[in-house]
């Protein structure tokens, strides 16, 4: 017999006119839980959703040290990610 898999996490899409108050309910949605990344579409694609390879600046480097940045997805791990306009 096959067992039957239970999806512990969910995944919601909102398409819908303009004015139909989507963002606020993203909003609302990342108030309420305590472990929320609240993003726009153009905010995650500059820094990505997983990282971003960073130029560090720092006084000591030479400009050929990068870092990783967490991106939004990574900061929402076990909790709510919010990408508005994407």
């Known amino acids: 017999t096959a067992k039957s898999r239970r999806r512990t996490q ?31 579409g153009t905010g995650s694609s500059r820094a990505g959703l997983t990282c971003a390879a960073v130029r560090e600046s720092s006084a000591g480097s030479n400009g050929n040290e990068f870092s ?10 076990r909790g709510v990610c919010c990408i508005d306009e994407f």
């Open 68 to 77: 990783l940045e967490a991106g939004a997805l990574a900061l929402a791990d």
């Open 10 to 40: 969910s995944h919601v899409l909102l398409i819908g006119d303009p004015g139909t108050g989507k963002s606020q309910f993203l909003r609302f949605a990342a108030a309420l839980s305590p472990r929320s990344v609240l993003t726009t």
